[in-house]
DNA sequence: CTGTTAGCGCGTTCAG
DNA sequence: CTGAACGCGCTAACAG
């Protein structure tokens, strides 16, 4: 049974309703729901009882205003729709079980000023932690970051310094990792498709970094195409058609991530072209689609629910923003696939 | 230059720190910022300043218990990682640009207990609006929903009552259709692959439809391989090689949706068989990944974005529950493809 | 083991 | 156009 509600009264069933109705006061009530204090079982039970009698539901606006700790970890992606974020969300999700906390979650859309606002109205909320992607932010965003002292993780990049704590892994590296990679494995005439770099500043660190591996082996790249909207499987075909379409011969071509390599990879399966024998191509990111394909698409994982579980493990752990600054590196591996 | 905040008072800046500073009182801080009421832009003016100055941020956890209305939205998904649901929520966001109200997202997991708890976790900071996938809830959580007077939104699927408001497609009705599509076409031999019902009721109402388009056609299905996990890309590949390797010729398999279709059309590719000359493939849902391989899927378009855009806007026009039901059918359209 | 007192920071009255 | 008083529902800090 749950209890009335009834008629006009807009409110809901209160603290001082259960307590009435188990006779005791507001405070026993509130503290049998929080599990804090001794507390007779006899009474726990009785104000349970009241608690589903009356269908209770506290109200976390009140207690948040009481305790000054609202319990809630405040968390903005740029994306929803690249697979890689809600992953990064999963690995939080999974570090929140059981804490008590709760994620809210902004949707940037890859847009610093979006990301400000969302910085705004996260904070309004007196999060006990904030989780953003990347080091990039509006210096109004990044003067209320610091005005609240709220730990704040910055996430998915570790080339720069952090407000508070990094983690994810260097995409210089991984790029160049990745060029070390294919040279070694004898190519030579490498080719570049890419997506948006005012958005994903760290598309474009990986394409440093693979650029400077081959200027390393006296190379460079001999074709790169830069398409301008965000990364997509059809903008990654479209722009391998266009980048063979200009007649130089590359032997191996990299894409910006995976979603792009599939699409280059659909191309060639459409073109008649063999991925490795004719062309290699190699992506980034580690997609499980990638490794379902009938040829899986060779490129570098990186550890997205890892990285998101990390930082709320964390910034839990410590609560207050410590002294210094920290970087964790969740590393990132290639999966040699078929495709290179 | 953004204020002080120093030293160890844990406190930020609050409204009667601003008003002092502006030289008013804290009401009419509160009202210019709340764009409320009559104010003179003198002094609207000073006080935008010392807000500024002191850099302020409002405290959302007293001004909606104050007000009794928290502005947020509270929104349940089962899933991110499946691509539909981020579309939905794109949705929910196009809706809530502008009107001040936020989001805050729960994932279940498909699991109803999960489910139950985010609503109770959800309810307790008194969102204006619930949003939900499907009819299917714990008996303790339709009570809650009912308990607290704020609007529901069930979406998806429109093949049950809703508590409030629904709003998606037919999902048998597409299962329906698209066996009708397939017979018009000329296929006699009907396999199907699908993933775990116990977790995606709507996978099974459009298998439902298909059987029973087929029956009507005095057909059935010759072969049905399902996974017990839920859908994904290789899932998809390993059913339909299970499948295949049962010796039954289906001349077209019907996927529960597009990421199982995508890993049958892999299948197909790895192995040698033309999709649609050898074996036509039908998925469901539209993904664009789909439409972007060298022959695009044959599939149904479901409106995502849409759905949750409507939801919101819907919940919001009216922010009472009506004293009756509500079903919109964003619908669904057939994508013919190159595979069927 | 339980209760009392006093706010948390803001918005809703109602007066000026 | 601006302000004073009050309370939203809950919890911290003491008592007892």
């Avoid at 809901?12 to 405070?27: D, F, H, K, Q």
């Avoid at 580690?286 to 899986?296: E, F």
Wanted: glycine letters at 10%; hydrophobic letters at 45%; a neutral charge.
């Amino acid at each position: 049974m749950v209890g009335k509600r009834l008629a006009g009264r807009r409110q809901g069933v209160t603290l001082s309703e259960v307590a009435r109705r188990a006779a005791v006061s507001e405070i026993t009530v509130s503290r049998i729901l929080r599990n804090t204090g001794p507390i007779a079982e006899a009474t726990r039970l009785r104000v349970l009882q009241a608690v589903r009698e009356t269908g209770y539901v506290p109200n976390r606006l009140a207690g948040g205003l009481a305790s000054s700790g609202s319990k809630l970890v405040g968390v903005i992606v740029p994306s929803l729709t690249n697979i890689v974020f809600p992953e990064v969300l999963g690995g939080i999700r999974a570090a929140l079980v059981g804490t008590g906390f709760q994620a809210v979650i902004g949707v940037s859309d890859y847009d610093l000023a979006i990301e400000e606002e969302l910085i705004a109205s996260l904070l309004a909320w007196r999060p006990e932690a904030m989780v953003l992607a990347g080091f990039e932010h509006t210096p109004a965003a990044r003067a209320m970051l610091d005005n609240s002292a709220v730990r704040v993780a910055e996430l998915m990049d570790i080339d720069s310094a952090p407000i508070d704590l990094a983690v994810g892994h260097s995409h210089w590296q991984a790029g160049h990792d990745s060029g070390r990679y294919l040279v070694g494995r004898g190519y030579r005439r490498f080719g570049y498709v890419g997506h948006d770099w005012m958005a994903d500043r760290r598309a474009k660190l990986r394409h440093d970094g693979l650029v400077a591996a081959l200027a390393e082996a006296s190379l460079a790249l001999v074709e790169s195409v830069r398409n301008v909207g965000p990364s997509s499987t059809q903008a990654g075909r479209d722009a391998l058609a266009a980048l063979l379409a200009r007649g130089s011969t590359p032997d191996v071509v990299v894409f910006s991530n995976d979603d792009m390599a599939l699409g280059g990879v659909f191309h060639c399966l459409g073109a008649g072209i063999r991925p490795k024998d004719d062309l290699a191509l190699f992506g980034f990111n580690g997609l499980d689609i990638g490794q379902a394909l009938p040829m899986p698409l060779s490129t570098m994982r990186s550890n997205r629910f890892l990285t998101g579980k990390t930082a709320i493990d964390r910034v839990l752990a410590q609560r207050e923003r410590p002294g210094k600054t920290e970087i964790i590196d969740t590393g990132y591996q290639i999966l040699p696939g078929a495709t290179a």
